[in-house]
């Protein structure tokens, strides 16, 4: 029941929430704007806010320094490549445990979340190793199956709550219907689970872009993706700040859109069904 | 509630999942452990001989080992401080009555999506650089003597930068979880005569409470693994004074080459991890009713 | 064809037994309703036919082959569930083409056949509607179509009226009987309400605690209710129940009369007794009637009987009409 409030009231509560999240989104938003400006003007004193000279020079420059576009192909490819081999996997467990559960599927669930729990640097010598080894050190490939296995516990819970919503009838009066587990799985539980898979994919792909352990720890030049792009800019060289606020820019917009999109699915997937 | 056929099926549709898994776990984490018995070092391929306990000794004795885990509590320990109260105040904010929620909100979660590595170059050079950060111009401004953040408080500069980002999550989380509180019970406790903060106290911070545990400890896990905001700000200096566990492993065994002893000190984190790690487990699997 | 012969079947979840072993014969053609309360494994019996659950033990045979094991997309039955389980993301034309077009039966004549039940079923005008834009009666009748047009050996339903309000419930019910009488294909009828299975069945199944108390005819039910349970469990009001010193003068440990078998009278009569409650229905008139012998008994009088609270009446029993039970509970001849 929504109950009248004052206009007053209102308006400052309004005030007040407006101030408090433009001043946390101000980092953002002042990165985006000095993208725009030369480097003389992003370093100037007093700054100047919105009133300068707008120009491209620093995208340009970003450019011309580093292959960007390679790097972020290695991202979309990364973080798309594990998201999808991770569903790939995933859809058949989330089924199993969700319509057919047993004595141990809580178990299971429970390990699979556990090794999430695993520190990465605990493992990062023998991952390291094992690379080195077979040559997928600055691989796409070696990084896609990383965080394939990092993120699968996130992903078999995030499927296995939203399946766990799917009436099981409906799969049953498939079965009736004379559908294999094969066409019960493909044309009645995906295309109901549709929106659960799409929010949980996103999820991932948004955590695969930004997961900067692995990704900075196994890869150099070739296969580094855009968290490696931007670490470069870590030991400056002259005038920097328009330069990596056009990196930075370039780097996070997608995923800073894509993640606008997810925010009410994030609760869920972060928070493994616990807060919904 | 099925047939063995399905039970079968439902076997073999797991063991994907668990086979790789189970893979993911037990080999890297056995190697781990196996190397933090040895004697190991990159630079010196095949010398490995058996080590014993020293690895262990040597790393647990390292005053820089002290260094680190203060660093890593302190880490922790700060970032959850701000982003819990600051995520209870935010999130209590927001559920207000107010214009434009949806957009307040979208503007609130957006550093949560930021990568590592943008904020944390972000904030180290044009927020708190001592020259040319906008804090400078601002203190200048005001006829201040600007700080020198990184310089002078690298920690606290590294907590900022990360809480920044994890404000975003607990807020969002703590926001859904008010959300979820009926509104008739604060009515009913509003009718017995209860004050606003009364209500706080008794009704909302009680219904809270999960969503808070939670932030807590999933952040916690999260926050145990900090590496790249230390990597690209300060690399863990000056001296040890922002070296945490994780980058303190990353020092030895990649930059020294010392698998043996990044071995060890890998052994003692997932060990750490794991204390956290079944608090959180017992709560989600309370959760959990199948 | 659809003859379903279920030999020494039982069912067991863990160390739970719900099903002990039983026999029961559906034959060809019939419409056979498994009745009982909630939790009396009505619904788990129908699911062991449909292949849903493993029995534990026992045969199922379905014309005559072993069907024990088959999957139950190979049984060639079609269920209708309690919650209708349509596809919310297909059509109704999709939703009644999908057994088709998991048997591989060919586009147009699907098509035909999809038309030909959408008609039947007056689902014509929906077809390109999805589930969510239907009402409860029309989702029922898509679900029914869906299970009709595989022309399947028999008709497992579920509970299928049970979230319909009452007024539906009573045209479904026709509809369905209809349905059977056009077919002639076998149904089987789940439901825990006794007029459902009065009005439709051939074969009344009533079960209790897993076990069959009774397998019979509605009226055969009705007449010769074969224990206590049966008696109580079919029609309505439900039979009264006499022990004591009345039963024994007829030979029994219990004795029952439906309230439809007493007579009741402003003036004279065998029992007397004052109104506790009285139901006035317009055609027949409910008295909750509190005997002298402290003994409380349902009666049916006449639409225009005058009671109320207090009033005193007298009742006389038909004899031909008792119903005798042993101290077991089991039908004394």
Redesign the interface.
């Known amino acids: 029941m929504a109950r009248a409030v004052s206009t007053r009231r209102k308006t400052s509560f309004t005030v007040a929430a407006w101030a408090v999240s433009f001043l946390i989104f101000f980092p953002i938003l002042w990165t985006f704007l000095t993208g725009f400006k030369t480097e003389g003007e992003a370093i100037a004193s007093p700054p100047s806010f919105l009133f300068f000279d707008w120009n491209l020079s620093a995208y340009e420059a970003v450019n011309q320094r580093s292959d960007y576009p390679k790097h972020f192909f290695n991202s979309v490819i990364i973080s798309f490549g594990s998201t999808a081999l991770g569903l790939l996997i995933a859809i058949p467990a989330a089924w199993a445990m969700a319509f057919v559960p047993a004595k141990h599927t809580k178990d299971i669930l429970m390990w699979m979340l556990s090794t999430k729990m695993l520190p990465p640097v605990g493992v990062l010598i023998p991952i390291f190793l094992i690379f080195r080894d077979t040559g997928l050190l600055d691989t796409r490939t070696g990084l896609v199956i990383v965080l394939t296995l990092i993120n699968l516990p996130i992903i078999i819970w995030m499927l296995f709550t939203y399946f766990r919503e799917i009436p099981g009838e409906v799969l049953e009066a498939a079965r009736m219907d004379g559908a294999s587990l094969r066409n019960e799985i493909l044309y009645v539980l995906t295309p109901m689970a549709v929106p659960g898979i799409a929010s949980t994919l996103l999820l991932n792909v948004i955590l695969a872009w930004n997961e900067a352990f692995w990704t900075l720890n196994l890869t150099a030049a070739d296969a580094a993706p855009l968290t490696a792009f931007i670490a470069a800019f870590s030991s400056p060289e002259g005038l920097f700040y328009a330069k990596l606020s056009a990196a930075s820019t370039m780097a996070i917009a997608p995923i800073v859109i894509l993640g606008w999109f997810s925010q009410k699915q994030l609760v869920r997937g972060m928070t493994f069904g616990a807060v919904k | 509630?099925?047939?063995?056929?399905?039970?079968n099926?439902?076997?073999l549709?797991?063991s994907?999942?668990?086979i790789?898994?189970l893979g993911?776990?037990l080999?890297?984490?056995s190697?781990?452990i196996f190397?933090s018995f040895q004697f190991y070092n990159l630079l010196q391929p095949g010398q490995e001989t058996f080590a014993g306990l020293t690895n262990y000794r040597f790393f647990l004795t390292d005053p820089s080992f002290f260094d680190a885990i203060r660093n890593t509590l302190v880490l922790v320990g700060g970032v959850l401080v701000i982003t819990v109260v600051g995520g209870i105040a935010?999130a209590l904010?927001?559920s207000?009555?107010?214009?434009?929620?949806g957009i307040?909100?979208?503007?609130?979660?957006?550093?949560?999506?930021?990568?590592?590595?943008?904020?944390a170059?972000?904030?180290k050079?044009?927020?708190l650089n001592p020259v040319?950060g906008?804090f400078a111009?601002l203190a200048?401004?005001l006829g201040l003597q600007p700080i020198d953040f990184f310089g002078n408080y690298p920690l606290a500069s590294i907590i900022g930068i990360v809480s920044?980002q994890w404000?975003?999550?607990s807020t969002?989380?703590i926001f859904?979880?008010i959300q979820?509180l009926d509104?008739?019970q604060l009515?009913a406790a509003e009718m017995d005569g209860a004050s606003s903060l009364n209500r706080f106290i008794y009704i909302i911070l009680p219904h809270l409470a999960?969503?808070i545990t939670?932030v807590i400890l999933?952040q916690t896990?999260f926050l145990?693994?900090i590496?790249?905001e230390i990597?690209?700000?300060t690399n863990g200096g000056p001296g040890t004074a922002t070296t945490n566990?994780?980058y303190l492993?990353?020092i030895q065994?990649?930059l020294q080459f010392d698998?043996g002893g990044?071995?060890a000190?890998?052994?003692i984190?997932?060990i750490?991890?794991?204390i956290?790690?079944i608090f959180?487990?017992r709560?989600?699997?309370k959760?959990?009713d199948? | 064809m659809g003859h379903i012969s279920l030999n020494q079947v039982s069912k067991s979840f863990g160390d739970v037994n719900v099903i002990p072993p039983l026999n029961l014969e559906i034959n060809d053609g019939e419409f056979v309703v498994f009745v009982g309360p909630s939790g009396c494994g009505k619904s788990t019996l129908l699911r062991l036919i449909a292949g849903l659950e493993d029995v534990s033990d026992g045969k199922i045979l379905i014309d005559g082959t072993d069907a024990t094991i088959t999957p139950p997309a190979k049984r060639g039955l079609s269920m209708v569930f309690q919650s209708y389980a349509l596809y919310p993301h297909m059509s109704v034309r999709k939703n009644i083409a999908f057994p088709l077009k998991m048997a591989g039966v060919e586009k147009e004549e699907a098509t035909r056949r999809v038309e030909a039940a959408a008609k039947v079923l007056n689902l014509t005008e929906y077809l390109n509607r999805r589930p969510g834009q239907l009402s409860g009666g029309q989702r029922q009748r898509v679900a029914i179509g869906r299970a009709i047009v595989r022309e399947p050996k028999a008709f497992l339903f579920d509970e299928p009226l049970s979230n319909l309000d009452a007024a539906l419930r009573v045209n479904m019910r026709i509809e369905i009987t209809e349905l059977h009488r056009d077919l002639t294909t076998t149904m089987i009828y789940v439901t825990h309400d006794q007029v459902e299975a009065m009005t439709m069945a051939d074969k009344i199944v009533v079960l209790n605690e897993g076990r069959i108390e009774q397998v019979g005819s509605p009226l055969k039910l009705y007449r010769e209710p074969a224990n206590l349970f049966v008696a109580g469990f079919i029609g309505s009001p439900r039979m009264n129940f006499i022990t004591g010193a009345a039963a024994e003068k007829q030979g029994a440990h219990t004795l029952g009369i439906r309230p439809e078998h007493l007579t009741v009278s402003n003036s004279a009569g065998e029992w007397t007794g004052k109104v506790g409650v009285a139901e006035h229905l317009g055609s027949d008139t409910f008295l909750r009637i509190h005997l002298d012998d402290g003994s409380t008994i349902t009666a049916r009088g006449d639409g225009d009987f005058e009671a109320e609270h207090g009033t005193t009446v007298w009742l006389s029993p038909d004899a031909e009409k008792f119903h005798r039970f042993d101290a077991s509970g089991m039908r004394l001849n």
């Open positions: 509630m099925a047939t063995q056929h399905s039970r099926a439902a076997r549709m797991m994907p999942s668990v790789l898994l993911w776990m080999i890297p984490l190697m781990t190397f935010l904010l927001l207000q009555p107010i214009w434009g929620q307040v909100r979208v503007l609130v979660i957006a550093p949560f999506f930021v990568m590592p590595t943008v904020s170059l972000v904030w050079n044009m927020f040319n906008l111009h200048n401004g920044w404000l975003s999550f969002l989380i859904t979880a979820s509104s008739e009515e999960r969503a939670v999933i896990i145990l693994s590496f790249a990597l690209v700000t566990l994780t492993v990353y065994s990649l698998v990044g071995s000190g890998g052994v984190a997932i750490l991890a794991n956290v790690a959180l487990m709560m989600i699997g959760n959990l199948i």
